[in-house]
């Protein structure tokens, strides 16, 4: 059964103050690895797709990379709009196409 | 382009009557997925549709689930006589592909969700 552990569950950075978003994975056969991120009463917003271990790519502030056993996002000098839940998700190549969460990670970044 | 689109957003209701939410795609993707959120929790997979076929329900519930994808329309899930514990975020994905050799494209974008109450 796929796992997906994030860490930390909740992290309060000042304007400017860089970080990183830590999601750890089991998976039988890594398909891709998913990041999204969800603002309170909305759908998660779809960020990124990492598919092999030492892929990187970057959006803005966010960059996203991966391992064998765990992915990173790193969020560079964030701004107090980059407040978010972050999820991270994996699919397997098992044929199944659910994507398994982990619990997120709830990001505030104070002016 | 129109995102994925979901209906109700909000829908109440008491114990023992029925819920349908409907989900609208993304325009000309064919596969649609369910996903519940339950309160302090995380998303958790449901089920799996193509137009006319449910490819993979292996996280719907045995009982009162069913959720249906018509070859003209919108996806339906719906919940017969509900209980408090049905109270969630259902949230909707679709994606362009699904099926082998499609090379990995198989991003699944999310709605806004539908937040149902049951009192």
């Known amino acids: 059964e796929d796992q997906v552990t994030q860490s930390p569950e909740a992290l309060r950075l000042q304007e400017g103050e860089s970080s990183s978003l830590n999601c750890s994975y089991t998976?039988?056969?890594?398909?891709?690895l998913f990041w999204y991120r969800q603002d309170p009463g909305k759908g998660p917003e779809f960020l990124f797709t990492?598919?092999?271990a030492g892929e990187e790519k970057e959006k803005e502030r966010l960059k996203a990379t991966l391992t064998k056993k765990e992915s990173f996002l790193h969020i560079t000098a964030p701004k107090p709009e980059d407040s978010a839940t972050y999820l991270c998700a994996v699919q397997d190549y098992t044929g199944r196409r659910a994507l398994t969460f982990g619990s997120g990670t709830r990001l505030q970044v104070q002016p | 382009n129109a995102g994925v689109m979901q209906n109700p957003r909000h829908l109440v209701r008491r114990r023992g009557q029925e819920a349908r939410l409907r989900c609208s795609p993304v325009?000309?993707?064919?596969?649609v997925y369910w996903y519940r959120q339950l309160p302090e929790e995380g998303l958790k997979f449901m089920v799996y549709l193509q137009k006319e076929n449910i490819i993979d329900e292996s996280g719907m519930p045995k009982e009162r689930f069913s959720a249906e994808f018509p070859k003209e329309g919108p996806s339906i899930l719906r919940i017969q006589q509900v209980v408090r514990g049905d109270s969630a975020a259902y949230f909707c994905?679709?994606?362009?592909?699904?099926?082998?050799?499609?090379?990995?494209?198989?991003?699944?974008?999310f709605g806004p969700g539908t937040r149902l109450t049951v009192l």
């Open positions: 994905a679709s994606s362009p592909y699904g099926g082998a050799g499609t090379g990995g494209m198989n991003e699944q974008f």
């Open positions: 325009k000309g993707h064919s596969h």
């Open positions: 990492l598919y092999s």
């Open positions: 998976v039988s056969g890594l398909r891709g």
